[in-house]
């Protein structure tokens, strides 16, 4: 149940979020939603990779200066409530904004 919180949160923030950036903006909250919600999803990605990166190098480091086992591996992206929160939110934005310009597209 906590889960479903933390999802749901995760909705409305970024609701929030995208709302507030298309206000400042002065543009249609349907024009900004889905490029908002890649452009979130973006950056949640690359913070995850800049920190194991970052913890790569320094296990590295520490492996090289110590001759000892630093515990090195691949980045692995793994779904958190949050990342589930934000990839349903880039689903319905997709469609939400598939539906507002539909006579555009077909």
Known sequence: MKKIYIVLATLTIETVLIW???????WKFVDTIFLGSLL??????LIRLYIHQTNTVFNANIAGWTWEEAGIGPFRFRVSPIILGLI????????VTLITYYSYFF
């Open 40 to 45: 979130l999803f973006g950056i949640v990605y």
């Open 20 to 26: 507030f950036a298309s206000y400042l903006l002065q």
């Open 88 to 95: 349903l939110y880039i689903i319905i934005s997709f469609l």
